[in-house]
């Protein structure tokens, strides 16, 4: 008899169609969104999940399911998944790394170029019918050519968005929890590691693409959003508790720094309402990734993970340790 195994949100129906030749498959197709106890529910008697943030796996949920051998995440990020109970309570994790890195390289160069050079501010003006003529002062920004590329969190999505900083000649530093290799670095066109401090005073550009964690949570704060110019960008394009979304809306309001381009937010799909109303700032439905060949690609990643490790394999992108 096969595994049986829960899809937990809508996802591409060929890989509903790929995953039934191994598993029986319980798809939600109407990509309802499960509270922790209809989950648990759904969950009775399954071997496996197919999961994405939206669903938390801690020590408490795990008690309540006896039978579940994987949580295979489809998504790089893993902060909603308590790795250590699963390791304690026998169940594997994993994530879909790599796949996604270009496409959210790309998607953050999409949302600096917005919030620096104002695009979405200034198209809702002219779809507003303000547009009465030409002005030399109207909706002026910050050039990327040539300016200070700040980037925390240097995984490979953040060496992916370093090499494009290659094209607009820009200088790259970067602060992360270990400096990359000499090599490395160089493929980065060249980033320079430096202090938190160092950076935001820096960089004329921040990007945020660092891991979330209790550790992480409000690596963007008041004080920091202070120690950065005032004609500076922040894009965040990692997790939403990353940045302090009250100390930004204030730093917005206050012009300590120009603008903000957000794809992520800390209590998803809820944001804070303030932000509506600020000009200033980006705000993007966490896209970063939602390319159609790589959603494809971290579904079947996915796939793999749930495949592998129910017929006794070790699945590529086991996150136990
Ligand atoms: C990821 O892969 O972590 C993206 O943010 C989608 O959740």
Same mark, same amino acid.
């Given at each position: 008899?096969?595994?049986?195994?829960?899809?937990?949100?809508?996802?591409?129906?060929?890989?509903?169609?790929?995953?039934?030749?191994?598993?029986?498959?319980?798809?939600?197709?109407?990509?309802?969104?499960?509270?922790?106890?209809?989950?648990?529910?759904?969950?009775?008697?399954?071997?496996?999940?197919?999961?994405?943030?939206?669903?938390?796996?801690?020590?408490?949920?795990?008690?309540?399911?006896?039978?579940?051998?994987?949580?295979?995440?489809?998504?790089?990020?893993?902060?909603?998944?308590?790795?250590?109970?699963?390791?304690?309570?026998?169940?594997?994790?994993?994530?879909?790394?790599?796949?996604?890195?270009?496409?959210?390289?790309?998607?953050?160069?999409?949302?600096?170029?917005?919030?620096?050079?104002?695009?979405?501010?200034?198209?809702?003006?002219?779809?507003?019918?303000?547009?009465?003529?030409?002005?030399?002062?109207?909706?002026?920004?910050?050039?990327?050519?040539?300016?200070?590329?700040?980037?925390?969190?240097?995984?490979?999505?953040?060496?992916?968005?370093?090499?494009?900083?290659?094209?607009?000649?820009?200088?790259?530093?970067?602060?992360?929890?270990?400096?990359?290799?000499?090599?490395?670095?160089?493929?980065?066109?060249?980033?320079?590691?430096?202090?938190?401090?160092?950076?935001?005073?820096?960089?004329?550009? +921040?990007?945020? !693409?660092?891991?979330?964690? *209790?550790?992480?949570?409000?690596? %963007?704060? @008041? #004080?920091? $959003? &202070?120690?950065?110019?005032?004609?500076?960008?922040?894009?965040?394009?990692?997790?939403?508790?990353? +940045?302090?979304? !009250?100390?930004?809306?204030? *730093?917005?309001?206050?012009?300590? %720094?120009? @603008? #903000?381009? $957000? &794809?992520?937010?800390?209590?998803?799909?809820?944001?804070?309402?303030?932000?509506?109303?600020?000009?200033?700032?980006?705000?993007?439905?966490?896209? *970063?990734?939602?390319?159609?060949?790589?959603?494809? #690609?971290?579904?079947?990643?996915?796939?793999?993970?749930?495949?592998?490790?129910?017929?006794?394999?070790?699945?590529?992108?086991?996150?136990?340790?």
């Amino acid at each position: 008899m096969k595994p049986g195994i829960l899809v937990a949100r809508a996802v591409f129906p060929e890989i509903i169609e790929r995953l039934s030749l191994h598993f029986e498959v319980e798809a939600n197709q109407d990509d309802i969104l499960f509270t922790p106890d209809q989950l648990v529910a759904k969950l009775q008697g399954k071997a496996g999940v197919m999961s994405t943030s939206s669903s938390r796996f801690d020590a408490g949920i795990l008690a309540r399911l006896p039978d579940l051998k994987i949580v295979a995440n489809m998504a790089v990020g893993y902060d909603n998944i308590d790795v250590a109970a699963c390791t304690a309570a026998g169940v594997m994790a994993s994530n879909t790394p790599d796949v996604l890195n270009e496409t959210t390289a790309d998607f953050g160069w999409a949302l600096l170029m917005a919030t620096a050079r104002r695009i979405t501010e200034s198209e809702h003006w002219l779809r507003a019918g303000k547009w009465q003529k030409w002005r030399y002062d109207y909706f002026l920004g910050a050039d990327l050519h040539g300016s200070t590329l700040g980037i925390i969190g240097m995984g490979r999505i953040g060496q992916a968005i370093a090499r494009r900083s290659m094209g607009f000649d820009m200088q790259v530093i970067y602060h992360n929890r270990s400096r990359l290799s000499e090599e490395q670095e160089a493929r980065a066109n060249n980033a320079r590691y430096v202090g938190k401090e160092e950076l935001l005073r820096t960089a004329d550009h +921040v990007v945020l !693409v660092l891991p979330y964690s *209790a550790q992480s949570r409000h690596t %963007i704060g @008041a #004080a920091e $959003l &202070d120690l950065m110019k005032p004609d500076a960008t922040l894009v965040n394009l990692a997790r939403g508790g990353i +940045v302090d979304d !009250v100390a930004l809306i204030a *730093a917005l309001k206050a012009g300590k %720094i120009a @603008a #903000a381009g $957000l &794809d992520v937010f800390e209590n998803e799909p809820k944001f804070h309402p303030d932000f509506l109303g600020l000009d200033n700032v980006v705000l993007t439905p966490h896209i *970063a990734s939602a390319s159609a060949p790589t959603r494809k #690609a971290m579904a079947n990643c996915a796939a793999d993970n749930l495949i592998a490790a129910l017929g006794n394999q070790r699945p590529p992108n086991l996150l136990n340790p």
